[in-house]
């Protein structure tokens, strides 16, 4: 390969407190009425004084040891000033020469993906622009809600090569978070924005293109197709030998494309310098051990788990304990359906693909764990036999029925009657004259036909063992 890809990633996550970064206004602002959580600090207004959020310090500690991350005994928060209208006090408190964690990394693929580092922040406000675009906007609303909420920005070094990486990278963090209750990482709301840049090695020559970022990003999809996206234009443009500026794109998700928003010479230029109004922050060891305990079980630990609790594949475990609700939502069906394999093979296979099938999260998944033991005890009971429950797995997606329900509407019942299995397997074999000679001759492979036909007879609903046992007493009989 004649190009290297160097990908690194900036990730605003929103951290799960309650009150905003620096005073006590409600961090609700997705679905709030707009300008209702706000107050004379996060407005920025003069005379007013940020006191540090103890929560979202614990939360920002908490998440530098998840990572593997270096929590700095002495930190400090800067101001970054610029001017912009969704910025109420002209500069947002964040922390730019000393971050509150320092390294950390994320394995991707088999490789360690390190953080350079991690720093608390405030959110700016919200703008909304009236029509398509903000050029051709009549009017812009501004939503002051989101300002001052805390965020954690997490910095990666440059060790990404694929755009698949970098979603994966993105998906990892999103997990750990949510595992940790540090943030929802909820992408859709905002709770999780990714700016990534790139550039392109020529291995050759070893000359470097300039570097392009792309802006709030907002899917893990798009992560992957906007890095894509650039991977291919940067590559077209250095073997035509044109210029690429280094500037900063958009990504278009209905175009599929990105676009230019800003080159280097517009950008602008941040004088940071220590905030004042905030004492210096310094950690003692106590600190921090107390955050350490309330770390709960991590995926890895609890993969560990499941194998030698359920004694389940290290393959299943894995995938089951990905996702925390995931995992959650397993617990509690094998708790009552008290059969770990069962369940684990159900989720794995029939779940997971009818959530990839219709893009669905397990919280807006409608089966219960209970209908999970429901099907057990249907199965159990021999009431139907695992290709029905398979074929109505669907279903019970759909709707949120329970297995019982959907067999008795759909008389799905299996067929346990020994005379009315014999009278329709009678049927079968005199339909299939030619087949029983050949299997009375030897060949025979041709039971699986047979128990075919029954069950394509049957709709499925033959007793597969009693249909095996009656067929070869009749075709072993004469
Ligand atoms: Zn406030």
Redesign the pocket.
């Known amino acids: 390969m004649m190009y290297k890809t160097i990908i690194g990633l900036e990730i605003h996550a929103q951290l799960l407190t309650k009150s905003?970064a620096?005073?006590?206004?409600s961090t609700e602002h997705f679905e709030a009425e707009p300008n209702i959580?706000?107050?004379?600090?996060?407005?920025g207004q003069p005379g007013t004084l940020p006191v540090l959020n103890e929560e979202a310090l614990k939360l920002a500690i908490k998440t530098g040891l998840i990572l593997n991350g270096q929590i700095n005994k002495f930190s400090r928060f800067d101001r970054k000033n610029y001017f912009y209208p969704d910025l109420p006090k002209g500069y947002q408190i964040t922390q730019y020469f000393h971050p509150i964690v320092s390294g950390g990394y994320i394995d991707v693929e088999g490789k360690k993906i390190r953080i350079r580092r991690m720093h608390l922040e405030e959110d700016t406000a919200k703008m909304l622009h009236e029509g398509d675009q903000i050029s051709s906007a009549q009017e812009s609303l501004i939503d002051f809600n989101r300002a001052?909420i805390p965020l954690l920005e997490i910095v990666t070094e440059p060790d990404i090569e694929t755009p698949k990486q970098a979603r994966i990278f993105m998906e990892k963090l999103r997990n750990l978070l949510r595992y940790a209750d540090v943030s929802t990482g909820d992408m859709e709301k905002g709770a999780l924005r990714c700016d990534a840049n790139i550039s392109i090695l020529n291995q050759e020559n070893k000359e470097i293109s300039k570097r392009v970022e792309i802006k709030n990003i907002n899917s893990f999809k798009f992560v992957e197709k906007a890095l894509e996206y650039e991977r291919d234009r940067i590559i077209n443009n250095l073997e035509k030998g044109g210029e690429l500026i280094q500037e900063t794109r958009g990504w278009d998700a209905n175009k599929k494309e990105t676009f230019s928003m800003r080159t280097k010479e517009e950008e602008m230029d941040y004088r940071y310098f220590p905030e004042p109004d905030l004492p210096i922050l310094i950690l003692n060891d106590e600190l921090i051990e107390t955050v350490r305990k309330l770390i709960p079980e991590m995926p890895e630990e609890k993969a560990k788990r499941f194998v030698s609790q359920y004694n389940i594949p290290e393959y299943d475990a894995q995938i089951l304990s990905s996702d925390k609700e995931l995992a959650d939502y397993y617990e509690r069906c094998v708790e009552l359906a008290k059969d770990a394999k069962f369940v684990s093979n159900f989720i794995l296979t029939e779940l997971l693909r009818e959530m990839k099938e219709n893009e669905d999260s397990i919280e807006t998944v409608k089966i219960k764990p209970e209908h999970f033991a429901e099907l057990k005890m249907l199965l159990d009971t021999n009431t139907i036999s695992t290709k029905i429950a398979k074929d109505i797995f669907p279903e019970m997606y759909r709707t949120g029925d329970s297995p019982k329900q959907i067999v008795e509407k759909k008389g799905l019942k299996q067929i346990e009657n020994e005379d009315e299995l014999r009278k329709i397997i009678e049927n079968v074999l005199k339909e299939n004259t030619d087949s029983v000679e050949k299997y009375k001759n030897g060949k025979k492979k041709l039971l699986g036909f047979f128990v075919g036909q029954v069950m394509k007879e049957t709709k499925g609903k033959a007793n597969p063992q009693k249909t095996n046992e009656i067929l070869k007493e009749l075709l072993e009989d004469n």
């Open positions: 905003k620096f005073c006590s206004c959580n706000i107050c004379p600090v996060c407005t001052g």
